[in-house]
């Protein structure tokens, strides 16, 4: 950050030349008083601009800095306010506190956004069904294209600001333990096993990713390679004002045969009859957002599966919405899913090499 931070009173032919070193990557720098409080931003339009108004080389940075510059307020951070900041082609973001100092800078280059959730990866099944490969190394911890299959998951979520993430492991939980006591994606994080199996989402009472009431916790089993827009996902959550948001992807049943539709009112008799029909369905992805508050009914230790917690919520009253995944969602859990995840990697990383 300290290579985009000028002074107030540094000259113009300075900021010129600390301009220049920022060569290759964004060329802006935040024009800061000197008790830090933020003045504006400055870039080699602004300077040319000011000299061709009558600036010289020894004027003022904050003499030519733009003073309507776009920022976010640390604490408070508006993801739909970043995606509009990435629309207009803004790449750094000036993160201020409530009275303007400067506290940091978003690179929305290498950060796509800053999503205020916590997430949780559920990575405790045998995964019985990729046997032999699973005997001796978690279905997590299977390498895809050289990286683990949960390594896509936590990259992707670190690329979207998510720094909490925990991990529930169970089968061969000490593997996973070690895998993780180097960062990934620069998050360090956190692992909790399961005494007992706790089903799909009961081991969520394990981890703090559900300590405050107000928040939304994003959980997701870890053995998924999918390409869905977490930002978009937390974002439909929130405008829908949703308790929970289930992630689907499209299923289609075709039946190979003609079908009759009884008629009601005469059950011996057939109202009509459809060729070989096939019927759309949306299918649970296995990728959630939660309110805490629904989280915190999880009984630490008890086993619950997220299915029966989302039946229990919308019992309860709950408003739950769904959301399409539109991209890929593969589901590792058999040899032809395995193969089908490896030759889609392959063909994305010779596709943006």
Not at 18 to 41: I, P
Not at 138 to 162: F, R, S
Not at 304 to 313: F, G, N, P, Q
Not at 318 to 324: I, N, T
Request: hydrophobic share 40%; net charge negative.
């Amino acid at each position: 950050m300290k290579k985009h931070i000028i002074s107030s009173d540094a000259s113009l032919l300075e900021a010129l030349d600390r301009l220049n070193g920022l060569s290759g990557g964004a060329m802006t720098l935040f024009v800061t008083e000197a008790d830090g409080k933020m003045a504006g931003t400055l870039t080699d339009g602004d300077i040319r601009r000011a000299l061709l108004g009558g600036a010289s080389l020894d004027s003022a940075a904050a003499d030519a800095a733009m003073s309507g510059f776009r920022f976010v307020t640390e604490g408070t951070i508006d993801a739909g306010a970043l995606r509009r900041y990435r629309s207009e082609g803004i790449v750094l973001i000036p993160v201020l506190d409530g009275s303007g100092h400067l506290k940091g800078v978003l690179d929305l280059s290498r950060q796509r956004s800053c999503l205020p959730l916590k997430a949780v990866l559920m990575a405790g099944g045998k995964g019985e069904r990729l046997r032999p490969l699973t005997e001796h190394t978690p279905k997590p911890l299977l390498q895809i294209e050289g990286k683990a299959i949960i390594d896509y998951n936590v990259e992707a979520l670190a690329a979207c600001g998510i720094t909490d993430i925990s991990v529930t492991t169970r089968y061969l939980a000490e593997q996973i333990e070690r895998h993780f006591e180097k960062p990934v994606g620069g998050v360090k994080v956190k692992c909790v096993c399961e005494d007992s199996p706790c089903g799909t989402i009961g081991a969520v009472a394990l981890t703090d990713a559900a300590s405050d009431p107000d928040g939304n916790t994003l959980v997701m089993n870890s053995d998924l390679l999918t390409t869905i827009s977490f930002e978009d996902f937390y974002l439909h959550h929130r405008d829908s004002g949703a308790d929970i948001t289930v992630a689907v992807v499209p299923y289609q049943v075709s039946v190979p045969f003609a079908i009759l539709a009884l008629d009601p009112e005469k059950p011996d008799f057939v109202s009509g009859i459809e060729e070989k029909p096939s019927y759309s369905y949306y299918a649970n992805a296995g990728i959630y957002i939660f309110s805490n508050k629904i989280l915190q009914q999880l009984v630490p230790g008890k086993r619950c599966d997220a299915t029966d917690l989302i039946s229990d919520a919308l019992k309860q009253g709950a408003r739950c919405a769904y959301f399409p995944i539109k991209g890929t969602w593969i589901d590792v859990g058999s040899h032809v899913d395995f193969r089908q995840a490896a030759e889609l990697m392959r063909h994305h990383n010779s596709f943006n090499s």
